[in-house]
């Protein structure tokens, strides 16, 4: 499977931004997936992950009740909606894929990454 992250972006703390991670290849929904961050100089962390059919979904500490990870399998996409941005959530945001229904939060059990999407929150 191949993904590719879009809609990073410079914006104003506060504010709010949707990620969208589109799949190719071996898809239809046979993946659960993970968004991860790397923030300058920081190791790539766990944001949010969703179950191959969206039931379950699982979050940081950091950013529960503000962040919402969401799919739609027609479009094999899944979301990422930030509100609330704050400084701190500066980095480059990426999508993971793996074959397996539950929420994984470690990112070295993630076999497929795409490229990732840079989001900088000004204060």
């Known amino acids: 499977v191949q993904l590719q992250a879009s809609g990073g972006g410079l914006v104003q703390a506060g504010t709010s931004l949707r990620l969208s991670c589109v799949a190719s290849?071996?898809?239809?929904?046979?993946?659960?997936m993970g968004w991860f961050r790397q923030g300058p100089g920081k190791d790539r962390d766990f944001v949010a992950a969703?179950?191959?059919?969206?039931?379950?979904?699982g979050y940081a500490d950091s950013v529960k009740d503000r962040f919402t990870i969401s799919r739609n399998n027609a479009k094999n996409a899944v979301y990422l909606r930030m509100n609330n941005l704050l400084p701190e959530d500066t980095a480059v945001y990426y999508c993971a894929a793996r074959r397996d229904d539950g929420l994984v939060y470690a990112p070295q059990l993630y076999p497929n990454w795409g490229q990732g999407t840079q989001v900088t929150v000004s204060s």
């Open positions: 969703v179950s191959r059919k969206g039931g379950s979904t």
């Open positions: 290849g071996d898809t239809g929904g046979a993946y659960g």
